[in-house]
């Protein structure tokens, strides 16, 4: 038998600590960085346009509501003036355009209220509109001589 060159009894040492951590390459050191750079511009884009977005449906919601307040005013009084100025009331924020149909009204009529604004967002503009329709509510009261009961809207 022929013994070893490096003398009897060698024996290898194993290390006793905690396995080595795989090594990276150096190429992929920033990668991560790098993606978060190509993400974080499109969730910033998809936060504003949900943002805008909530803008037009609180508009939307606001021009309803004034065509409302609008066709409540216009059952129960004649004239546009007063229902012009309810419906910019209900949403003095947006800039309003009010059509009221008919003008003159009657007991029973059914008057529409048409409300209409305009939103830009960027280079697009919205045009939003909203309406509502109520029919003209009888109003009990003196003729003008005194006498006989009135039924329909009281001028002013």
Known sequence: MS???SG???TSVHPTGPPESPRTDEGEAGVLSLEAVWILPAVALLITGLILTLGVVRDVLLLHEAARVGARTAVTTTGAEAVVA?????AP?????VHINPVVRRDGDLV??????TRTIGPVV??????AVGRVEPVVGPDRAGT?????PVAP
Do not use: I, K, N
């Open 3 to 5: 013994q070893p060159a």
């Open 8 to 10: 009897v009894g060698c």
């Open 86 to 90: 309810a419906a910019r009331d209900a």
């Open 93 to 97: 924020e947006l800039e309003l355009t």
């Open 112 to 117: 529409t209220v048409r409300v209409h604004a």
């Open 126 to 131: 919205h045009r939003l509109s909203a309406r």
């Open 148 to 152: 006989a009961p009135r039924y329909g």
